[in-house]
């Protein structure tokens, strides 16, 4: 089986910056001095005894727009306006770079070690990836541990977020996932009732019906339960299987956008980053342009992998931009995964 050895951040890794703040990494193309990647943890000293918890010496940051203000309130640095038009996002000068988290090396530490050293959450880890190897026939180098399991900072309520690599082994556990859920009591989809507590978790009932949200998630293969722990499989191309260079790509906003479309190839649906080509595209509502249609969805969030197949009819919310990159053809997109006011269902 072949494997790519990952050398530098991409989505999936986390990395340490020299104020020991902690960074998930987002997408697979970077600027050169930089690592696009978002503060997911931060030192406990930086927030009040009152709101303490459990969390060793860190503390969580869930929500984008608070992960926003703590770094305007304390770290100024390490807010990136883009030069190419992606606005205001967050980024690691690699100069203030102080650790890398690999999510396959941790996986491997997991595997590797011997069970009395593993807590309950991990060894439940190991188990899961030893079934996604045997049953999806995928190379273990290819397979990895993100979050909280990853950079060690885990307690008995955590979800499990595993990452596999590459086009091909993404597509086999993809495939698989429908043998682990018939085979395994233990791996189950989401049920209804919890899938309406992930609805209401997401913060967009004023955006999407339950209704809605069900029929988009209830068939998704890629989350669920196992022994009734939360996880999600992400599945992420290696950068040479992804062709938009970050310095060579000029994006410009033209506002907000919602349409309805039908899907016209899906081949990266299930991946991150999460791409739906369209077709047949009815501009709904939009502040500046009517007449400038998007010719595909974009996203590196998970919540909008594997929504739709090609020939189904959707309606989406989010930003419209324009893409440019060097020597190709310009083409217009419809980015999600910035504003609590998008979403994406199938109608």
């Known amino acids: 089986m072949n494997s790519k050895v990952i050398t530098k951040p991409i989505e999936g890794f986390f990395i340490k910056s020299v104020d020991n703040l902690l960074f998930d990494v987002k997408g697979l193309s970077h600027p050169q001095d930089k690592i696009i990647s978002f503060v997911r943890y931060v030192p406990v000293k930086y927030l009040m005894k009152s709101q303490k918890n459990n969390l060793n ?20 640095k390490y807010l990136y306006e883009d030069p190419m038009g992606r606005g205001l996002l967050q980024a690691v000068a690699k100069k203030d770079l102080l650790r890398i988290y690999n999510p396959i090396q941790r996986l491997q530490q997991i595997t590797r070690a011997e069970k009395e050293k593993l807590d309950s959450l ?10 996604l190897v045997e049953i999806c026939d995928i190379n273990p180098r290819n397979l990895g541990v993100t979050g909280s399991i990853m950079v060690n900072l885990h307690s008995k309520k955590s979800d499990i977020d595993i990452v596999v690599y590459g086009k091909k082994d993404g597509l086999q556990v993809y495939t698989g996932m429908n043998h682990l859920f018939d085979k395994y009591d233990n ?5 209804e009732s919890e899938l309406k507590k992930l609805w209401k978790n997401r913060g967009q009932q004023e ?3 339950f209704e809605s949200f069900l029929e988009s998630e209830k068939k998704k293969q890629l989350q669920g339960t196992i022994n009734n722990v939360d996880f999600y499989v992400r599945l992420v191309l290696l950068p040479d299987e992804y062709h938009e260079p970050y310095d060579e790509t000029k994006i410009t ?11 016209k190839n899906d081949e990266h649906s299930i991946f991150t980053p999460c791409i739906y080509q369209l077709i047949e595209v009815e501009v709904k509502n939009a502040k500046i342009n009517k007449s400038i249609t998007p010719d595909r969805i974009f996203s590196v969030r998970g919540r909008y992998c594997d929504i ?20 190709q053809k310009e083409y217009y997109q419809l980015t999600l995964g910035t504003s609590k006011k998008e979403f994406m269902k199938k109608i």
């Open 308 to 327: 739709a197949i090609a020939g189904e009819r959707i309606s989406a919310k989010g930003k419209l931009e324009r893409v440019k990159i060097t020597n």
């Open 253 to 263: 906003s033209l506002g907000e956008c919602e349409i309805e479309a039908s899907v």
């Open 57 to 76: 010496e860190y503390y969580k940051i869930y929500d984008l727009k608070d992960r926003y203000e703590f770094l305007r309130q304390n770290f100024p």
């Open 207 to 209: 955006q999407i019906d």
């Open 122 to 131: 991990e060894m439940l880890v190991g188990k899961f990836s030893d079934k």
């Open 187 to 191: 791996i189950s989809r989401y049920s």
